[in-house]
């Protein structure tokens, strides 16, 4: 019963295999063999456009030098107050961004209102010599929260942000998993809604280690092979980071294994519902959060059940957690089976 991360489970069978069939033979480093110029061609045809795509392995390696890319030392990356790049990647983007600052803002369920952006960007003091600049707007998707922006929220989102000059980037750890619930296309979720740069991750979808930093004007891509070399961030044997995207994009892969975590999501959340404990946020990728009491949570974990204990400010109005209760966050991934999840419903719910 492993809930904890959809990092946890093992490598895709159809990403293995091509690791293993890159395996074969020789081929040039960083960037210059076949693979590399194929996935190139694959994602220019997953988006609908001609990209800049730079491979790295690591999430928190793309977030933070895309992140550095589009802002400037001075600038201000304006983000949720709990998302991934300002909680959990140790100052990365920062780091990387040679001082810029992160700025976290509120909102229920994890998701940025429009309005808040707006506030934000009207009551702070920015610019001039003294103040950080407004310089990017970042999303990500799905939210910590499990929940999903649709693409006139990102519209309106970003056309706020594009009114002070500012770029929007999306983190998409989980992105496979947004785009087959909401049933749209990559294009429509990101350029065609105003997003500049997107950070696309395989890892937790099932591949071993591959996420791509992804630019939608090519032209904004200036300098970033050579930043992204100075970052310590471009593998030498590249083929592997690129055939894995070949295996992912290939045959509509990615779909098919985020449709599978996606449905055991929902069968956890039907199930815990029926069993009177309804998930905090409405179940639209493939994370659920529940508050259950901790003797529960006490006799989950001496049965093997494998999952994180949360806090977050951004709980619907009137959810209080107890202090005899915790907020449990539960992950399902391509590998998760049925057992798996009414094992664990039967004993969250007895």
């Known amino acids: ?22 395996n074969d033979g020789f081929a040039l480093g960083y960037g210059s063999d076949a693979h590399t110029k194929t996935v190139e061609r694959l994602f220019a045809e997953a988006f609908e456009r001609d990209v800049a795509v730079y ?9 933070a030098i895309a992140l550095a890319h589009v802002s400037p030392p001075w600038g ?4 949720h107050r709990e998302a991934h790049v300002i909680t959990d990647e140790c100052g990365a983007p920062e780091f990387f961004g040679g001082g810029l600052r992160l700025f976290g803002l509120p909102g229920e369920a994890c998701k940025i209102a429009p309005a808040t952006l707006q506030k934000a960007l009207d009551d702070e003091l920015w610019g001039g010599p003294h103040h950080l600049s407004p310089s990017t707007l970042s999303l990500t998707q799905a939210t910590e929260a499990g929940t999903i922006y649709r693409p006139d929220e990102i519209a309106a989102l970003a056309a706020h942000a594009h009114a002070r000059g500012m770029a929007v980037h999306m983190d998409g750890a989980r992105f496979a998993n947004a785009l087959v619930r909401l049933g749209g296309t990559p294009a429509e979720m990101t350029w065609k809604s105003g997003i500049d740069v997107l950070s696309l991750g395989i890892t937790k979808a099932g591949a071993m280690a591959a996420e791509a930093i992804v630019f939608f004007d090519p032209a904004r891509a200036a300098g970033m092979a050579e930043r992204r070399k100075r970052g310590g961030h471009l593998v030498s044997k590249h083929r592997f980071l690129a055939a894995q995207f070949a295996a992912f994009f290939a045959k509509d892969y990615w779909r098919t294994l985020a449709r599978h975590a996606n449905s055991l999501a929902d069968r956890l959340a039907i199930g815990l519902a029926a069993g009177g404990r309804k998930p905090v946020w409405p179940v639209e990728a493939n994370i659920v959060f529940v508050i259950l009491p901790k003797d529960r949570v006490a006799k989950l974990k001496d049965a093997g059940a494998s999952f994180y204990v949360r806090r977050s400010l951004s709980l619907p109005a009137g959810t209080e957690i107890g202090a005899d209760d915790a907020l449990l966050r539960l992950v399902t991934s391509f590998s998760t089976t049925e057992q798996e999840v009414d094992r664990f419903l039967a004993l969250a719910c007895r």
Do not use: Q, R
């Not at 019963?1 to 293995?16: G, H, Q, R, V």
């Not at 201000?76 to 983000?79: H, I, R």
């Open 1 to 22: 019963m492993n809930f904890a991360s959809d990092n946890t489970a093992a490598i895709a069978p159809e990403i293995l295999k091509a690791l293993a069939s890159a």
């Open 76 to 79: 201000a990356v304006l983000c």
């Open 55 to 63: 491979l790295v392995a690591t999430g928190t390696a793309a977030n």
